[in-house]
């Protein structure tokens, strides 16, 4: 674990880059809104010629809406800009263009980051991992369900599909508040009246032939994004009486290191050590941070190669502080 006082100390260095860059942050939204417009623009062309074009732009089109999606991801931790509304009027935009209620996504993504990698406080905001000893417990009919969510088509392809319509009901319980709930049927109200005026133009089914596939790449990226960032073989997992903030987010978030093509689409979000230790810190600072300073490069950095690998893993080992996959969950079974 790391001591209170390294964790105070990187906390006060960390904060010199928490002021957000309105020109900075104007200039990533012209130059994503630009492209993605383009990219749009094209798939209407490419209509006329074949679908299949379609597809393949689909592909660049719908890795500009990640890095939409990354915007509102920073309005929600007020660090895009400065202001407070300029954060809720963008954030709002961009979680229209990506189905995401803003505030309502804002609320438990915060949740995410005041418990990640805290065993006894799982299940909002993550992806769902039992223990071995969890997972061993449940009938054969809970670890068969567990086993297709855990599958790697089924997060990848499914998952965005189950997130959009997820999306579309405020979170149950108490863990929802007036303004988020009114966020959630502002948002869907939106999309509805952005559906019916394309019925009226008579180009509802073009658009979703054109949108849909595009948010699907942009929705299968962003799951494996996510999923990647915390879901590795050496990751911090503790109950809550061993569990510490700055520990988690330096040994329980990876540094996702992709081709500079690649990290530019997706708005900084490998450099996710970074982010979890100061969450105000804005997207296009992440990388700043990390090579001014030597201490945050000492963390868990994996390829894209790894990151799909780690699809494979998929119960958390307790006793060796490891996520395991299920053979070997077979071979320590036998072995017991």
Not at 52 to 74: E, K, N, Q, S, W
Not at 127 to 154: C, G, H, M, Q, W
Not at 224 to 240: K, S, T
Request: aromatic fraction near 12%.
């Amino acid at each position: 674990m790391i001591t209170p006082d390294i964790s105070t100390r990187w906390r006060e260095l960390v904060a010199r880059y928490q002021q957000p860059n309105t020109r900075a942050a104007v200039t990533q939204i012209f130059t994503t809104f630009v492209p993605l417009i383009a990219g749009i623009l094209l798939m209407v062309w490419a209509m006329k010629i074949h679908y299949g074009l379609v597809l393949l732009l689909a592909i660049p089109t719908g890795l500009l809406l990640v890095r939409v999606f990354i915007m509102m991801h920073d309005c929600g931790h007020g660090s895009y800009f400065a202001s407070r509304r300029w954060n809720d009027i963008v954030g709002f935009i961009t979680g229209v263009l990506t189905f995401t209620p803003y505030v309502q996504w804002r609320r438990d993504h915060a949740i995410h980051h005041a418990t990640s990698g805290n065993l006894d406080k799982r299940g909002l905001g993550d992806v769902t991992t039992l223990t071995v000893k969890e997972y061993l417990a449940l009938s054969p009919k809970e670890r068969f369900k567990y086993r297709i969510y855990r599958n790697a088509l089924v997060l990848l392809v499914f998952g965005p599909i189950f997130l959009a319509i997820k999306h579309r009901l405020p979170t149950p319980g108490q863990l929802t508040t007036a303004k988020e709930r009114l966020s959630v049927h502002a948002t869907n109200l939106t999309l509805a009246a952005v559906a019916i005026l394309l019925g009226l133009l008579g180009a509802l089914d073009e658009a979703a032939m054109i949108y849909l596939p595009a948010f699907l790449v942009a929705g299968s990226t962003g799951v494996w994004l996510f999923y990647v960032q915390h879901q590795f073989e050496e990751a911090y997992w503790r109950p809550a009486a061993e569990w510490d903030y700055a520990t988690s987010a330096l040994k329980g978030s990876t540094y996702l290191k992709l081709p500079k093509v690649f990290q530019w689409f997706t708005g900084n979000i490998g450099l996710h050590h970074v982010h979890h230790l100061s969450p105000r810190i804005p997207n296009y600072t992440l990388q700043k941070v990390h090579d001014n300073h030597p201490e945050f490069q000492n963390v868990p950095t994996i390829t894209p190669w790894q990151g799909i690998k780690a699809l494979g893993l998929k119960v958390y080992d307790e006793e060796r502080k490891r996520l395991i996959g299920w053979r070997e969950l077979r071979r320590t079974r036998r072995s017991a």
